[in-house]
């Protein structure tokens, strides 16, 4: 596993790839001075310029990467861990949805089917009833939609709708369908990576290296998709933060969630409310970890991450602006 440190940002970073002292990370803006490599720490201008650590990330899903893309979620859902039951019909969803993108929300998140720990399975039917009409609103109003689904009926039906982007929390292994249904829309997606299923996830998950091991199956999940027809310029990865992992893994995969560029995809970090941050804190409920979701998420923004999927849009727009122009200076 490669893993960039000395991460760098802004004119400090422009003035070391210049001086032949750093590689750009993920084609930048950031840049990374030194490499951790199975044989030790070495400088970053070892690595080969087409090293998925360097390589630029093309536009994904009609937007530049070299700024972060902000996905509000919209849970139609009466379970979900955080807002479950607030906008669990069409008529509160759509107003959500539409604060969203007033807040300057750019993909809007929808999902019928809760997957938080413990969550049960909801039947397929009631899911598209949940979805469909509030896509059908949304996408009407010019949003660009990702339907979160595990379910390729869900899938094509949503795209019907007016849906853009999939994104498969199970990273189409949840429905023997999937695989051949997002190759066929052939629009882009997240493969996000999960350990066991929602009701069972969190039953004592074990690693010997949880970034390595997560990093690998992301990778073997991007060949199956490739080997079924989809394109590789169009997947994104999301190492699943809070699905079959435990506090200290996520602590570790953040942390080192540089490591997953290797991939050569664009990077999503779904942080927002989680439980890690209260493990971390002084075990407040969902709706009081917003300040912790922010800190992760420009920590993940410092890993090179291309992608944050929030709760909370306005408050992470004015942190990543202010992070930005802190980066810049």
Not at 31 to 55: C, M, R
Not at 177 to 197: F, Q, R, T, Y
Request: overall charge negative.
């Amino acid at each position: 596993m490669h893993r960039p440190l000395a991460i760098i940002s802004g004119p400090a970073a422009r003035t070391a790839i210049a001086a032949g002292c750093a590689r750009p990370l993920a084609g930048g803006p950031l840049a990374f001075a030194l490499v951790e490599t199975p044989a030790g720490i070495e400088p970053a201008t070892a690595l080969a310029g087409d090293h998925p650590l360097i390589t630029p990330r093309g536009p994904w899903a009609g937007f530049d990467l070299s700024r972060p893309v902000i996905m509000g979620i919209v849970n139609v859902t009466p379970d979900s861990f955080s807002d479950g039951g607030d906008h669990d019909n069409a008529e509160a969803a759509i107003a959500h949805g539409r604060r969203l993108m007033a807040e300057g929300a750019d993909i809007l998140d929808i999902g019928g089917e809760s997957t938080r720990p413990g969550a049960a399975p909801v039947p397929v039917d009631v899911e598209i009833a949940r979805v469909v009409p509030v896509i059908r609103a949304l996408a009407a109003e010019g949003a660009v939609i990702s339907i979160d689904t595990r379910h390729a009926a869900v899938m094509r039906v949503a795209v019907e709708a007016g849906a853009h982007i999939i994104n498969d929390v199970t990273a189409l292994t949840g429905d023997p369908d999937s695989l051949s249904v997002a190759a066929d829309l052939g629009l882009p997606l997240v493969l996000m990576h999960i350990k066991g299923e929602p009701q069972t996830m969190q039953d004592a998950p074990r690693y010997d290296d949880v970034t390595a091991e997560v990093g690998d199956w992301l990778a073997a999940r991007i060949e199956a998709a490739v080997a079924a027809g989809i394109a590789r310029a169009t997947i994104a990865v999301d190492p699943g933060i809070g699905f079959g992992k435990n506090l200290e893994h996520n602590v570790d995969l953040l942390a080192r969630t540089g490591a997953l560029h290797r991939l050569g995809c664009p990077l999503l970090i779904g942080v927002s409310r989680k439980r890690f941050i209260a493990g971390l804190s002084r075990g407040e409920a969902a709706r009081d970890r917003v300040a912790g979701s922010i800190a992760a998420a420009l920590h993940s923004l410092g890993q090179g991450a291309h992608i944050l999927r929030v709760h909370d849009v306005a408050a992470t727009m004015q942190a990543v602006a202010v992070w930005q122009a802190l980066q810049s200076a």
